[in-house]
């Protein structure tokens, strides 16, 4: 008696893997991608990331200090000076934000502050673009040596160039004036460097493209390479900003007369050898971190915009 061997067309291969319609057809029932509890199961249990479940966390330890800003600043002296601290205002006591905004000196401090701010934001993003672009394209006698230098100069601290710049400062006739707070913040190595780095990761394409087009290199460096760069100018021109708008130390040796007092050096003002108005202290540093807050904002929108658009396409 003699058995059929099975067809060879019915015998499965072994090397072929099996393959089940649940798994393959979506029609079927089967998931279409994945085992179960899979990417597909996670999102429909969760509308976001799970990484959300760690972030949301930490965002709320950070903004604490910036909740308990703003609740004192709606409290009375009586109830921030209590012991133990009260967690919550019993009413909105507005006395600080009128005692500040009611202070004939702050409208000028604020607007001391926000010049001296504007202006070294605005002269870091032009010599910070040049010098930057110049360390990252162009090459000439001792520019490496130039850029060590320049990077050397980060290290050192402030305090070691406080006495050398005011004696400068003291030359040109700035002390005592917003010129002296300018001039020392006209252009920084950190805004150099990091639009270097960012430069050089841009390619060459593109400025080559612009060159044979017969686009000059400042029309390139216009043109070109600071529209694709919004994302290194955003981050200069917040921190630039967020340096200069909370420096305290500078302006308190460089300038005397109140008249020319920016807000930081204007709210020390309000703190007395005696008795200190901490309603007015908080609602003035609640003040002070409104610029800081929208600058964030506005350079988070153009992060967004400027990483979703690329220059190069096809």
Known sequence: MTTASPSPAASPSPTAPAVYADAADPASGGPAAGPAGGPDRRRRLLPFSPWHLLLAPLCLVFAVPLVWLLLSSVMSDA???????????????????????GNAMFPRWFANSLIVSLSAVASNLVLGSLGGYAFARMRFAGSRILLALMLATMA????????????????????????????????TPFAVFLLRQFFLSLPRELEEAAWLDGCSRLGVLWRIVLPLSRPALSTVAVLTFLTTWNDLTWPLIAINHDTQYTLQLGLTTFQGQHHTRWSAVMAGNMITVLPVLLAFLFAQKTFIQSITSSGLKG
């Open 156 to 187: 050192i601290p402030f305090q070691l160039t406080m006495i050398p710049t005011f004696l400068v400062m003291k030359r040109l006739g700035l002390i005592d004036s917003l010129g002296a707070l300018i001039v020392p913040s006209l252009v």
């Open 79 to 101: 109830e921030i000076n209590r012991f133990p601290p009260a967690l919550w205002p019993s009413g909105i006591d507005m006395d600080g934000y009128r005692y500040v905004i």
